[in-house]
């Protein structure tokens, strides 16, 4: 599975304004809904289900990441949205940490393998320490667009 598969470029936000963590989840949610990925009746619940999800177990994977997600009944098909900080959000990271970059995975609850598929992708790539940085060296959405695309297209970049 490639980014471009499930990744609404449309959502992207190349400087999150949001500077705590359930703000950022607002903010990215509240992007996918913009961009026609969400119904606006679902917003609130899908709100509601990532920062519940995030309560239960951080999912600031370290390295200046974290990957909010969630499965839910509205979504039809795996959608994210990226959101890039540049001053950092404290999501309780592993390694303690601040967090510059949020993918947010909302994933239908009758499709579990396209989550994981999701998940693998995103987690492959991320280990990257090059991708990484240049991805939060991107100074707009269009610019992670491109960086995704090319990874997509050469995954070892």
Known sequence: MK???FVCFEATIAELQSSRRDDVII???SSLEKAGQLKKTAKEEIIKAVIKRENEASTGMGKGIALPHVKHPSV???IAAIGKSSIGIDFSALDKQPVYLVILLISPVNNPDKHLQAMENIF???QQE???KF???SRNAEDI???LREIDENPSL
């Open 76 to 78: 039809k098909d795996v």
């Open 145 to 147: 667009e491109d960086l």
């Open 135 to 137: 991805l939060r060296q």
């Open 3 to 5: 980014f471009s598969d």
């Open 130 to 132: 090059k991708f990484r």
């Open 27 to 29: 903010e990215l949610v």
């Open 124 to 126: 492959k790539v991320l």
